[in-house]
């Protein structure tokens, strides 16, 4: 089922077991705890979660088999990415064993979520796996990248939820500078939760620009401009930034830059408000212009594989070195 569906059935129930998957990786750890969240809502729980490489089926089978000793409930949530760099991969007689066991066992949960990585492998699995939840009781749902309306909506949720006072204005400002990214517009809404004040524009600037995009965009400008940034990345450490943002903090900006690039070369001028759905300052707009005619198309090609695999190492817990592919973004710029 999509989406649509599946919040209609919530309003009634709760799967006993679901698969989420999809285009949209937000919208699958969001709905991940929203069941997580309506599970505990009336119940003691106990919560198992199998990150990527640590997906067990012996043990997950004994989880769901077992009563638990201390509450009413156990949930196991399984994490899935780049199953074909799995040693184990999950296979369809293991899920279906793990949905039998639950036929028996009404005292337990399953979440399955399965990260996109936009390969033919995970479209085969995800069909396969999908199949398997054909009930009421187990269902699989899909998700694709959210329109700009129910983006805003979502947004609009987590705000109401942080008891936020931000206006549908502001929260879309919030969306576009953040190049859409529904992760880092969430992160950015937590931070404010401190202001009793509504949420401006001017607020938004000054707290979501100030406190590390700054400093990421003075990286990207030392890179671009083959200078020392190894200050800079000392400063973002400093900063607490983790490895995950500061790599979709560069994804943003190298994509941003893309788009300048991109409309620069079909209609021969710039137009900021047209690019990025609001109007920078003069001086912001020729700066991204000329950071963006520095690179070719086959840079941003492969600074955006760069960037991609780096994040999909890290989800997997696989990259011990960043600078490594640090220098590899130098390569390409040079």
């Not at 709905?31 to 009336?42: A, C, E, P, T």
């Not at 939820?161 to 992160?187: F, G, H, P, R, T």
């Not at 190894?230 to 995950?244: M, T």
């Not at 780096?310 to 600078?323: C, D, P, Q, T």
Request: a neutral charge; hydrophobic letters at 40%; one cysteine or more.
């Amino acid at each position: 089922m999509y989406k649509k569906d599946f919040d209609i059935l919530l309003q009634t129930q709760i799967p006993q077991a679901t698969f989420l998957y999809g285009e949209c990786d937000f919208l699958i750890n969001f709905y991940s705890n929203k069941i997580r969240d309506l599970i505990k809502k009336d119940n003691q729980i106990d919560i198992f979660s199998f990150y990527f490489e640590e997906y067990n089926p012996p043990m997950i089978r004994d989880l769901l088999s077992q009563q638990s000793l201390f509450s009413s409930i156990s949930l196991i949530i399984i994490k899935l990415y780049k199953i074909k760099d799995y040693k184990k991969k999950p296979k369809d007689t293991e899920i279906f064993s793990f949905l039998e066991i639950l036929k028996n066992n009404q005292t337990s949960y399953l979440i399955i979520e399965f990260y996109n990585e936009d390969s033919i492998d995970y479209i085969r699995a995800s069909k396969a796996i999908s199949s398997l939840f054909n009930t009421q009781k187990f269902v699989s749902v899909r998700f694709f990248n959210p329109t700009q309306k129910e983006a805003l909506d979502l947004l609009k949720h987590c705000a109401m939820s942080l008891k936020l006072k931000i206006s549908d204005v502001a929260l879309n400002y919030l969306y576009e500078i953040q190049n859409k990214d529904l992760s880092l517009c969430v992160n950015e809404l937590n931070k404010f939760v401190v202001i009793s004040e509504e949420i401006t524009k001017e607020i938004i600037n000054q707290l979501s620009y100030g406190l590390y995009t700054n400093s990421i965009e003075e990286f990207c400008e030392a890179l671009l401009d083959k200078g020392d940034y190894l200050k800079i990345i000392a400063k973002i450490e400093e900063e607490g930034v983790q490895d995950i943002d500061f790599i979709r903090s560069l994804q943003g900006y190298f994509y941003r830059l893309f788009l300048f690039f991109a409309y620069i070369k079909q209609n021969g001028n710039v137009n900021s408000n047209e690019i990025l759905g609001h109007s920078l300052p003069k001086q912001a707009e020729e700066k991204y212009t000329r950071y963006a005619m520095k690179l070719r198309e086959a840079q941003y090609l492969g600074i955006f594989w760069i960037l991609n695999e780096w994040r999909s190492n890290i989800i997997n817990g696989k990259e011990k070195n960043s600078f490594a592919n640090l220098i590899k973004l130098q390569a390409i710029i040079k």
